[in-house]
């Protein structure tokens, strides 16, 4: 079905040029993209997991280790989330190529903010602000996926462009050991550690010159970043403050770190109400808060919370279980992260598959989340027993690779699913609620998980946690009726 002009001006690009964008190109760019925007935020956990082996840095001394690096990267995602939502809504205002831009730039000054900061509070700001910047990514890159992609092929480009999540998160969990022992080479001792931030940054400023010139040469021509750059900061700046703020009341009055984690997610609810009512008031609640929608956008914060608790805490996990040293645990643990180069394009394409065939994606989406759960209660239970019993890293490499195919196979599925059940005008809002809704779970997750770990002295009570809400995303799932996937052609430059 062709678009109307309306739907056209509202969901493409500024300054079309009315020539087919070479949509594989533009999948190979967005993929650059995510490899970098993820190993800018990753590399926090190995980072902490080093402070915390070496009692070094402003995490290495503290009383409940775990749980305060935890709560550094629960104020990420906070900041993260916060910007999913108007991420999306900007980039279907001003241009979904100028918030990837925008987004890419926060992404690699604030990493350099983060690596020159000095102490604890500090850090937390550079991070929620990196987060703020980081959270547009999500709605205006999938946006512009489908918006340029052949329908028979849409889901297998959200899949195949995603794989720079895992491999952002392989570089950030494999990299940042090996940069911290340069930097512990070259004389910084205990400052080590800032090392990884300076080498990533540099990483993704030459990414950005790559989507600069593709995006102008190829999508549209001369790109305009300053408004939507203005009103994202005029957002951001308020949401920057409450979360700092936050922190800092925490730092000063020495709350428990689960009371701030508990005050962080009544802001991230409210934040998300007044966001809804909003939605409801603009008359855009038929398409963006029915019942299939909300279904998807709840389910999907069990995919959130498993991705961050194995992201932030897997290498912890890995050297605490089999007893090894940071680097062979970053090793293993990057099983788990690298399982999305195969999944993410393999669910892409099954999910392809079964719409040209006539067949639901819905079934896969129960098959990935029903196996991956199943998988994940077998490594809690692999990593459960007494000291006398440790797991063998071919072990814990072996379950986390395998379940994490299934994972990221099942992801690029249901946002296939989600971006039919909208009009096209609609898609880059809800990318953004779908983010919005569901980092409720990488907010809660490092942090929830930390206080367990320092609780129990155990990693599994996170494990069989993580493996619980996932089963429950699982009836979610089950209850959606999915849409048959709306033949468009792709939209020009």
């Not at 900061?233 to 409450?242: C, E």
């Given at each position: 079905?062709?678009?109307?002009?309306?739907?056209?001006?509202?969901?493409?690009?500024?300054?079309?040029?009315?020539?087919?964008?070479?949509?594989?190109?533009?999948?190979?760019?967005?993929?650059?993209?995510?490899?970098?925007?993820?190993?800018?935020?990753?590399?926090?956990?190995?980072?902490?997991?080093?402070?915390?082996?070496?009692?070094?840095?402003?995490?290495?001394?503290?009383?409940?280790?775990?749980?305060?690096?935890?709560?550094?990267?629960?104020?990420?995602?906070?900041?993260?989330?916060?910007t999913q939502y108007p991420g999306g809504r900007l980039g279907d205002r001003f241009g979904h190529r100028e918030m990837i831009l925008v987004s890419l730039l926060a992404a690699a000054v604030?990493?350099?903010?983060?690596?020159?900061?000095?102490?604890?509070?500090?850090?937390?700001?550079?991070?929620?602000?990196?987060?703020?910047?980081?959270?547009?990514?999500?709605?205006?890159?999938?946006?512009?996926?489908?918006?340029?992609?052949?329908?028979?092929?849409?889901?297998?480009?959200?899949?195949?462009?995603?794989?720079?999540?895992?491999?952002?998160?392989?570089?950030?969990?494999?990299?940042?050991?090996?940069?911290?022992?340069?930097?512990?080479?070259?004389?910084?001792?205990?400052?080590?550690?800032?090392?990884?931030?300076?080498?990533?940054?540099?990483?993704?400023?030459?990414?950005?010159?790559?989507?600069?010139?593709?995006?102008?040469?190829?999508?549209?021509?001369?790109?305009?970043?300053?408004?939507?750059?203005?009103?994202?900061?005029?957002?951001?700046?308020?949401?920057?403050?409450?979360?700092?703020?936050?922190?800092?009341?925490?730092?000063t009055f020495a709350w428990p770190e689960w009371v701030t984690a508990v005050v962080a997610s009544v802001i991230a609810v409210v934040y998300v109400a007044v966001?809804?009512?909003?939605?409801?008031?603009?008359?855009?609640?038929?398409?963006?808060?029915?019942?299939?929608?909300?279904?998807?956008?709840?389910?999907?914060?069990?995919?959130?919370?498993?991705?961050?608790?194995?992201?932030?805490?897997?290498?912890?996990?890995?050297?605490?279980?089999?007893?090894?040293?940071?680097?062979?645990?970053?090793?293993?643990?990057?099983?788990?992260?690298?399982?999305?180069?195969?999944?993410?394009?393999?669910?892409?394409?099954?999910?392809?598959?079964?719409?040209?065939?006539?067949?639901?994606?819905?079934?896969?989406?129960?098959?990935?989340?029903?196996?991956?759960?199943?998988?994940?209660?077998?490594?809690?239970?692999?990593?459960?027993?007494?000291?006398?019993?440790?797991?063998?890293?071919?072990?814990?490499?072996?379950?986390?690779?395998?379940?994490?195919?299934?994972?990221?196979?099942?992801?690029?599925?249901?946002?296939?699913?989600?971006?039919?059940?909208?009009?096209?005008?609609?898609?880059?809002?809800?990318?953004?609620?779908?983010?919005?809704?569901?980092?409720?779970?990488?907010?809660?997750?490092?942090?929830?998980?930390?206080?367990?770990?320092?609780?129990?002295?155990?990693?599994?009570?996170?494990?069989?946690?993580?493996?619980?809400?996932?089963?429950?995303?699982?009836?979610?799932?089950?209850?959606?009726?999915?849409?048959?996937?709306?033949?468009?052609?792709?939209?020009?430059?």
């Amino acid at each position: 079905m062709a678009r109307s002009g309306p739907e056209q001006a509202t969901a493409g690009t500024p300054g079309r040029t009315g020539v087919p964008v070479p949509y594989r190109a533009l999948w190979a760019v967005l993929l650059l993209g995510w490899v970098v925007s993820y190993a800018d935020r990753t590399l926090t956990g190995p980072v902490i997991a080093w402070m915390i082996e070496n009692e070094a840095g402003f995490i290495g001394d503290a009383a409940n280790p775990a749980t305060l690096g935890g709560l550094v990267g629960s104020m990420f995602f906070l900041g993260y989330m916060l910007t999913q939502y108007p991420g999306g809504r900007l980039g279907d205002r001003f241009g979904h190529r100028e918030m990837i831009l925008v987004s890419l730039l926060a992404a690699a000054v604030l990493t350099v903010v983060s690596g020159l900061v000095t102490g604890l509070v500090a850090f937390v700001a550079a991070r929620v602000l990196t987060g703020l910047g980081e959270g547009v990514f999500y709605s205006n890159d999938r946006t512009l996926i489908m918006n340029h992609t052949p329908a028979e092929k849409r889901t297998l480009g959200l899949g195949v462009v995603i794989t720079g999540l895992s491999i952002g998160l392989t570089l950030g969990i494999i990299m940042t050991p090996v940069l911290i022992d340069w930097g512990v080479a070259l004389g910084m001792g205990d400052e080590a550690w800032r090392m990884p931030f300076f080498a990533f940054a540099a990483f993704t400023f030459v990414v950005i010159v790559i989507v600069y010139g593709f995006f102008r040469a190829r999508m549209g021509g001369a790109l305009r970043l300053g408004p939507p750059f203005l009103r994202l900061l005029l957002f951001s700046a308020p949401t920057f403050a409450v979360i700092v703020g936050l922190f800092l009341l925490a730092d000063t009055f020495a709350w428990p770190e689960w009371v701030t984690a508990v005050v962080a997610s009544v802001i991230a609810v409210v934040y998300v109400a007044v966001i809804v009512r909003g939605v409801q008031r603009s008359g855009r609640g038929g398409a963006l808060l029915n019942r299939n929608i909300w279904l998807i956008y709840v389910a999907y914060i069990a995919i959130l919370w498993n991705l961050w608790f194995f992201s932030f805490w897997s290498v912890q996990i890995v050297r605490e279980a089999a007893d090894s040293s940071l680097l062979a645990a970053a090793l293993t643990a990057a099983f788990n992260a690298g399982a999305g180069i195969l999944g993410f394009p393999v669910g892409g394409w099954l999910a392809d598959r079964a719409v040209r065939s006539g067949r639901a994606r819905k079934p896969l989406a129960l098959i990935c989340t029903a196996v991956y759960s199943a998988l994940v209660v077998v490594f809690g239970w692999s990593i459960s027993g007494d000291d006398d019993q440790l797991p063998s890293l071919a072990l814990l490499g072996l379950l986390l690779f395998s379940s994490g195919v299934f994972f990221n196979a099942l992801q690029p599925i249901v946002q296939g699913i989600t971006g039919d059940l909208v009009p096209i005008g609609e898609r880059g809002a809800a990318f953004g609620m779908l983010n919005l809704v569901s980092e409720i779970g990488a907010v809660l997750s490092p942090v929830v998980s930390g206080i367990l770990r320092d609780a129990t002295g155990s990693w599994a009570p996170g494990v069989f946690l993580a493996a619980g809400i996932m089963i429950v995303s699982f009836f979610l799932y089950l209850m959606v009726r999915e849409e048959s996937p709306r033949v468009e052609e792709p939209l020009p430059a």
